[in-house]
Nanobody, 126 residues
Framework: VQLVESGGGSVQAGGQLRLSCAASGSLHSNFCMGWFRQGPGKEREGVAVIRFGSGAAAYADSVKGRFIVSRDNTKNMLYLQMNSLKPEDTGLYHC?????????????????????WGHGTQVTVS
């Protein structure tokens, strides 16, 4: 599985961006896909995870109510709609994928079980 992110950029606080992640290779319902970010001087943080088949999703507390993760199964695409952006949302955003077997696994936002990673797209909020 190869993952390629796009859609990052520079935006003012309060603005919005939509990130996309194109997945090549075979994805099926037992995949979880997630968005992770790493800000300057910060550790990597799980932002949102979605189960590809069911659409069950979980979010970090810091983005709940502002970000929406979605997927298009027919196109093997993952999206992250980011609204009401804040300077602390600045960072390199990666999408990632792994096998998962239940909806409950979307709550594992740590990222260490994800084995496929994209190179990232930069988001800067000023």
């Amino acid at each position: 599985v190869q993952l390629v992110e796009s859609g990052g950029g520079s935006v003012q606080a309060g603005g919005q961006l939509r990130l996309s992640c194109a997945a090549s290779g075979s994805l099926h319902s037992n995949f979880c896909m997630g968005w992770f970010r790493q800000g300057p001087g910060k550790e990597r943080e799980g932002v949102a995870v979605i189960r590809f088949g069911s659409g069950a999703a979980a979010y970090a507390d810091s983005v709940k109510g502002r970000f929406i993760v979605s997927r298009d199964n027919t196109k093997n695409m993952l999206y992250l709609q980011m609204n009401s952006l804040k300077p602390e949302d600045t960072g390199l955003y990666h999408c990632a994928a792994r096998m998962c077997w239940s909806d409950a696994e979307v709550f594992e936002l740590g990222g260490f079980r994800f084995i496929y990673w994209g190179h990232g797209t930069q988001v800067t909020v000023s």
